[in-house]
């Protein structure tokens, strides 16, 4: 019931940006929690960024300075903007939301993932 839709992915050169949206769409009450994450070829998934409801960030190593994560509270969305990609940063992105399912309870959903891919 509970649906989360991504966009934004896509080829780009090194150097170059892109920004990938996550909606999610359903009966949800509000985010406690959203994130991104990655899963290149032959690799584990691994954490890119998050931000919390109260608008709190983080981000791996990897990605500090280059990549920004925003949410919109009122459209249920987290975007990601990538600039300055490196090769290695090319994997499938996949959003992830804790959400609030009603006053004592969440959920954990994620997104069918989207491709980067970062070539010259």
């Known amino acids: 019931q509970v649906q989360l839709v991504e966009s934004g992915g896509g080829l780009v050169q090194p150097g170059g940006s892109l920004r990938l949206s996550c909606a999610a769409s359903g009966s949800i009450f509000g985010f406690r929690h959203m994130a991104w994450y990655r899963q290149a070829p032959g690799e584990q998934r691994e954490f890119v960024a998050s931000i919390t409801g109260g608008g709190t960030t983080n981000y791996a190593d990897s990605v500090k300075g280059r990549f920004t994560i925003s949410s919109d509270n009122a459209k249920n969305s987290v975007y990601l903007q990538m600039n300055s990609l490196k090769p290695e940063d090319t994997a499938v992105y996949y959003c992830?939301?804790?959400?609030?399912?009603?006053?004592?309870?969440?959920?954990?959903?994620w997104g069918q993932g989207t491709q980067v891919a970062v070539s010259s």
């Open positions: 992830n939301i804790e959400a609030r399912t009603g006053l004592l309870s969440t959920g954990n959903y």
